[in-house]
């Protein structure tokens, strides 16, 4: 399995920015779609953006299409997620996950996860 742990959370405003990292251990990390999803309390974890193995094709949920930008470094076994323009309704805790699949949006194909990294925008 792919151990993982997220990064680069915080307490911003409204407006501010956040750049996120998840680094991973292993020599296999570009083989793995990498993937980015958040869980608000009393919320279930959605998915918010996911970048496919070898660093080609991104996809992005719809809500954060245009602020989120998602990217990776094979070299480095770390993926990471731009946040500008970020809103209150961002607030949650970010998990980074990874999957043998060519692409998954739904958190189910996804095995290995991070702890998570906690997203503050307040208003």
């Known amino acids: 399995q792919v151990q993982l742990v997220e990064s680069g959370g915080g307490l911003v405003q409204t407006g501010g920015s956040l750049r996120l990292s998840c680094a991973a251990s292993?020599?296999?990390?570009?083989?793995?779609?990498m993937g980015w999803f958040r869980q608000a309390p009393g919320k279930e974890r959605e998915f918010v953006a996911a970048i496919m193995r070898y660093g080609g094709r991104r996809y992005y949920a719809d809500s954060v299409k245009g602020r989120f930008t998602i990217s990776r470094d094979n070299a480095k076994n770390t993926l990471y997620l731009q946040m500008n323009s970020l809103k209150p309704e961002d607030t949650a805790v970010y998990y980074c996950?990874?999957?043998?699949?060519?692409?998954?949006?739904?958190?189910?194909?996804?095995?290995?996860w991070g702890q998570g990294t906690q997203v503050t925008v307040s208003s």
């Open positions: 292993g020599r296999t990390f570009s083989t793995y779609t």
């Open positions: 996950g990874a999957t043998p699949l060519d692409y998954c949006s739904s958190s189910g194909c996804y095995s290995d």
